[in-house]
């Protein structure tokens, strides 16, 4: 079943632009994973960087979740974040659009 995630990103003060430049490779690694349906960043108007994932299995998330990609990630942003990532997991529901819609 298809596995949607946010996670929720809270610069240090003034290094929004910084954390965005460094999120760029750990984003281009993970786009060629298995199973990697959308991984993309967006700006959030109160300041935090939202990454919005879609996942083709749970296993796939899961696979990404302990891979090079997420480690080489939060390597390049150690030292950008306030406070820990907020990870929040979905299951599409199919009220309002077909299952799986993103």
């Given at each position: ?8 990103f ?16 750990g984003i ?23 990454m ?51």
């Amino acid at each position: 079943m298809t596995v949607v995630v946010t996670a929720i990103f809270h610069p240090v003060e003034g290094a929004k632009d910084r954390l965005i430049a460094a999120m760029q490779r750990g984003i281009e690694a993970v786009h060629d994973e298995a199973g990697c349906e959308l991984y993309a960043i967006h700006d959030a108007e109160d300041g935090t960087v939202t990454m919005i994932e879609k996942w083709t299995t749970a296993a796939d998330l899961e696979a990404h979740s302990v891979g090079n990609a997420v480690a080489v990630l939060n390597a390049d942003i150690d030292g950008l974040l306030s406070r820990p990532v907020q990870v929040t997991l979905m299951t599409p529901i199919a009220i309002g659009g077909s299952a799986g819609a993103l």
